[in-house]
Nanobody, 122 residues
């Protein structure tokens, strides 16, 4: 089975930037979309961004549009989430996901990483 691993989280001040990476730790993607979701304790996992398997089409939640950029290197089977102008409300555990189609419902994605913590201080 495909397993994912996220990296790049950390602590930054408001207005700073982070770049998250997502790559399979086991298995490969075959024409799979990739997505980023985030979650804070007591709240439902929230859609952040997604990209088609080819990398040609991207989708963003309104809360991050214009600040976050999702790209994909197919040769490396790796997705990147560039997060700029970070806000305290971006603080969450960020999860990478893979699935057959791009959807905003987290329950429709097949495979997940274990998450990486992003903390944005005021």
């Amino acid at each position: 089975q495909v397993q994912l691993a996220e990296s790049g989280g950390g602590l930054v001040q408001a207005g700073g930037s982070l770049r998250l990476s997502c790559a399979p730790s086991r298995g490969v993607f075959y024409r799979y979309a990739m997505g980023w979701f985030r979650q804070v304790p007591g709240r439902e996992r929230e859609f952040v961004a997604a990209i088609s398997w080819s990398g040609g089409v991207t989708y963003y939640a309104s809360s991050v549009k214009g600040r976050f950029t999702f790209s994909r290197d197919k040769s490396k089977n790796t997705g990147y989430l560039q997060m700029n102008t970070l806000k305290p409300e971006d603080t969450a555990v960020y999860y990478c996901a893979a699935g057959p189609v791009v959807v905003t419902n987290y329950t429709s994605w097949d495979t997940w990483g274990q998450g990486t913590q992003v903390t944005v201080s005021s």
